[in-house]
């Protein structure tokens, strides 16, 4: 079992910045790959980052590249997401997710941190 949980998330003015945290404990070496995903109400829950736990090797969504940070603390058994130019457009609940293998789902989910960005 891998238990993820966030912190971080906040109110920030449109072009500010936060980082989220995803703390991760129980079978750590397991872990393939570490996801940032968000779900705005009414939407599609969305992948906006992710890293591979042992390489570091980062995947953006096209909506964050250039914006967003993904990056990992592996003697904390912790990732992060560095949010720069925020816009109201990426107020949502954010979610870090872990799988164990390329081919598998995401299957361990943190609890959610709010992010809301006013305009």
């Known amino acids: 079992q891998v238990q993820l949980v966030e912190s971080g998330g906040g109110l920030v003015q449109a072009g500010g910045s936060l980082r989220l945290s995803c703390a991760a404990s129980?079978?750590?070496?397991?872990?393939?790959?570490l996801g940032w995903f968000r779900q705005a109400p009414g939407k599609e829950r969305e992948l906006v980052a992710r890293?591979?736990?042992?390489?570091?090797?980062?995947y953006y969504s096209d909506s964050v590249k250039g914006r967003f940070t993904i990056s990992r603390d592996n003697a904390k058994n912790t990732v992060y997401l560095q949010m720069n130019s925020l816009k109201p457009e990426d107020t949502a609940v954010y979610y870090c997710?872990?799988?164990?293998?390329?081919?598998?789902?995401?299957?361990?989910w943190g609890q959610g941190t709010q992010v809301t960005v006013s305009s």
């Open positions: 997710a872990a799988k164990l293998n390329p081919a598998s789902e995401y299957g361990y």
């Open positions: 129980g079978r750590t070496f397991s872990i393939y790959a």
């Open positions: 890293i591979s736990w042992r390489a570091g090797s980062t």
